[in-house]
């Protein structure tokens, strides 16, 4: 498990060398879908300390089994209006927010003693028919409105382009710089989480802050 995160973590590096970027300015998000609290808990020990979830409940059982872990969770799944009480009340972070409801429920469901929830707005930046997400058309109007909510913090946008469609990263980070201007505290506005195990170079070269991955760390899902 360490060389699994060793090896992503040098293919981020060479990309960052690439872009000439910093390897600070991009973040790994480990995917753990489908993995056991095991199998977390042994990746926590490498050194990796965010992880994303995409199904509720599943999250919710390896969020108490790991409870004396500093784990950063984050939630990568589309959310539905019957889950934002669950996820505001444990999550630090959600990347699959589409609508402005959504938003307003997550901010009036956080916990007042909890920091408040980061935010990725969920774009479809290629228009996907099956694909969940805003249209790109939608993105300033919606910066604006949630910007101000008072218990989430909009840091960015996440992005999944189809497959091969690396043109999209780029459309996506120059939407992320346009909508900027839309947000009321501009400062909070610095997460381009976009590219997974297969994309990620392509994906960091066009400028993501946050890649996405599971596979190249835990191997493929049974």
Request: charged share 20%.
């Amino acid at each position: 498990m360490m060389q699994s995160r060793q090896n992503v973590l040098e293919q981020v590096r060479v990309a960052c060398e690439l872009a000439k970027r910093s390897t600070a300015d991009v973040e790994l998000l480990a995917v753990s879908k489908k993995q056991s609290s095991d199998v977390v808990r042994s990746m926590f020990e490498t050194g990796q300390h965010s992880f994303g979830e995409n199904y509720l409940q599943e999250a919710l059982g390896k969020i108490h089994d790991l409870s004396d872990l500093e784990i950063t969770w984050h939630f990568i799944g589309h959310v539905q209006r019957n889950k934002t009480k669950q996820i505001a009340e444990n999550f630090a972070w959600v990347h699959g927010v589409d609508r402005f409801i959504i938003a307003q429920r997550l901010s009036n469901q956080r916990p007042a003693h909890l920091p408040q929830l980061n935010i990725c707005i969920q774009v479809n930046i290629d228009h996907q028919d099956s694909k969940d997400g805003c249209l790109p058309n939608d993105v300033a109007d919606l910066v604006k409105q949630m910007s101000v909510l008072p218990q989430i913090r909009l840091r960015g946008l996440m992005v999944i382009p189809a497959p091969n469609n690396t043109q999209a990263f780029t459309q996506a980070k120059q939407l992320f710089d346009t909508v900027k201007t839309s947000h009321a505290n501009p400062q909070d506005w610095d997460t381009l989480s976009m590219g997974m195990s297969g994309d990620l170079s392509e994906a960091i070269g066009a400028g993501s802050t946050m890649v996405r991955v599971g596979t190249a760390l835990f191997g493929v899902r049974s």
